[in-house]
């Protein structure tokens, strides 16, 4: 064997153990993504909730595709940032967002931070005390282009206080007064937005200003000392504290009778901004997983017996060659459920179908160069021609092949964005993982293993080992 083949070999020795380290059960934390290699699974095999948001402006006022589109990528940033994983969100129509929410039980609360529109306002009250959960209007209009902004901004002084947003249905109104918007969060540093506790032990959520709005709240702070300043989220004042001193450094916290929770709830909105358009929930309602822990175990057993039954035909038909492929058809095995867990993938029924059938694919792959392989050693080939021979002219068959199944998984993937076709993409995602670790396994793997025991053989000692 060349010694480039021993190479290959020891990188490939070299994956194998990476591999089965991830695949391990006790599911192994890498530092470097700071996260466990747990196995994801999809609403349908573990249950979940599933939301149904709907634009809450009326029927003759558009929304563009634009805006739907920048809704579900900012209810994506919230979700990640609330810890809640595997979350999907998609278009349903023209003006509903489908959201699954795969083993979510705290769903009140989630919720609750995901249909809020988040727009973070510092409103002039001049001497007028509001308590806190009154609801008020400004003249601050969302999407104005007056030189205020649309997302949330931070608190205004370092003493601060405020209390987790109030219901809306729980709050009093203020009087027919428009009070003055001084600025949004345009100016705040998304970056700089952080939980955490005071000396007392106090949950409290720390902010920093840019450059543009330190100079704002310098210039109104040191012009109304002595007078009240609110806080409002969504029109709700959440706290109106006395401006006591000019606030001239851009920095500050939000303090208040905080959880954990409520402020995560609040930095979160801080930071990742508000929504372009309103949302309410139309539907909601929990999933239950379409497969118990039964059916979860007799699906193994007959995926694990199917695998079987092919590990067994190669052995029988193609003798010590189909050996060695069922050594690279574990190895892709391995390396197939390792990305599953490091990319993350999220295992639904498509998914795990699309798993099962791309062990097909690996299996034809090794099929058409074994025919290759004795077609050539009955012509009289030497064996280490015969192997290097088959691969060349099997491979443009394998190649073909599955560049028409990643086309075809590709279309797939792309029209399974659109609503009610999501499962499709799970399925076109795992068979595109398999075909391309499959020509990984079958051109590289296989071939190595072969050349590896095979170089010092002679086919005519030992012509039963390749069923010739």
């Given at each position: 064997m060349s010694q480039r083949n021993y190479v290959t070999l020891i990188l490939i020795l070299l994956l194998t153990a990476v591999t089965i380290f991830f695949v391990l059960p006790s599911n192994p934390t890498?530092?470097?993504?700071?996260?466990?290699?747990?196995?994801?699974?999809?609403?349908?095999?573990?249950?979940?909730?599933?939301?149904?948001?709907?634009v809450d402006l009326p029927e003759n006022q558009p929304v563009t595709a634009q805006q739907m589109q920048d809704a579900i990528q900012v209810l994506n940033e919230r979700a990640n940032g609330l810890g809640v994983s595997e979350v999907t969100f998609q278009t349903a129509g023209n003006?509903?967002?489908?959201?699954?929410?795969?083993g979510l039980t705290n769903t009140q609360e989630v919720i609750a931070v995901l249909?809020?529109?988040?727009?973070l306002e510092f409103v002039d009250?001049?001497?007028?005390?509001?308590?806190?959960?009154?609801?008020?209007?400004?003249?601050?209009?969302?999407g104005s282009s007056t030189g205020q902004s649309t997302s949330p901004t931070a608190a205004p002084t370092a003493t601060a206080q405020a209390s987790p947003t109030p219901s809306a249905s729980a709050t009093p109104a203020a009087s027919g007064t428009t009070y003055h918007t001084v600025m949004t969060g345009a100016d705040l540093v998304a970056s700089k937005i952080s939980v955490q506790t005071n000396t007392l032990g106090n949950y409290e959520v720390a902010f920093t200003l840019t450059d543009k709005g330190k100079e704002i709240f310098k210039n109104y702070t040191t012009a109304n000392v002595g007078k009240y300043l609110a806080i409002v989220l969504d029109k709700t004042v959440i706290s109106a504290p006395v401006i006591k001193n000019p606030i001239t450094d851009g920095s500050g916290v939000i303090e208040g009778g905080f959880t954990q929770q409520t402020a995560n709830n609040l930095a979160v909105q801080l930071r990742y901004g508000s929504l372009p358009i309103p949302l309410k929930v139309a539907e909601?309602?929990?999933?239950?997983?379409?497969?118990?822990?039964?059916?979860?175990?007799?699906?193994?057993?007959?995926?694990?017996?199917?695998?079987?039954?092919?590990?067994?035909f190669m052995a029988l038909y193609y003798r010590l060659p189909g050996v060695l492929a069922d050594l690279a058809l574990v190895l892709y095995a391995l390396i197939t459920f390792a990305l599953y867990r490091l990319i993350p993938v999220t295992l639904t029924l498509p998914g795990i179908a699309g798993f099962i059938l791309s062990i097909g694919v690996a299996v034809d792959a090794n099929i058409l160069i074994f025919e290759r392989l004795k077609e050539e050693l009955r012509a009289g080939r030497t064996l280490r021609q015969a192997i290097d021979l088959g691969w060349k002219r099997a491979w443009p068959s394998i190649r073909d092949s599955n560049i028409s199944t990643l086309i075809t998984c590709t279309i797939l993937f792309i029209f399974?964005?659109?609503?009610?076709?999501?499962?499709?993409?799970?399925?076109?995602l795992t068979l595109a993982l398999g075909v391309l670790i499959s020509l990984f396994t079958a051109i590289i793997v296989t071939r190595t293993f072969l050349h590896t025991v095979l170089d010092n053989l002679k086919i005519a000692e030992h012509p039963s080992w390749f069923g010739v």
């Open positions: 890498i530092p470097i993504i700071n996260r466990s290699l747990s196995t994801h699974l999809g609403l349908d095999l573990q249950g979940g909730l599933q939301v149904l948001l709907e003006r509903r967002i489908l959201g699954e929410f795969p249909r809020q529109t988040g727009v009250l001049g001497s007028t005390q509001l308590p806190e959960g009154t609801k008020i209007k400004t003249d601050y209009a969302q909601s309602s929990a999933v239950g997983a379409t497969l118990g822990q039964d059916s979860v175990r007799k699906s193994e057993m007959a995926g694990l017996i199917g695998l079987t039954v092919v590990i067994l399974g964005s659109t609503f009610g076709a999501s499962m499709v993409k799970g399925f076109a």
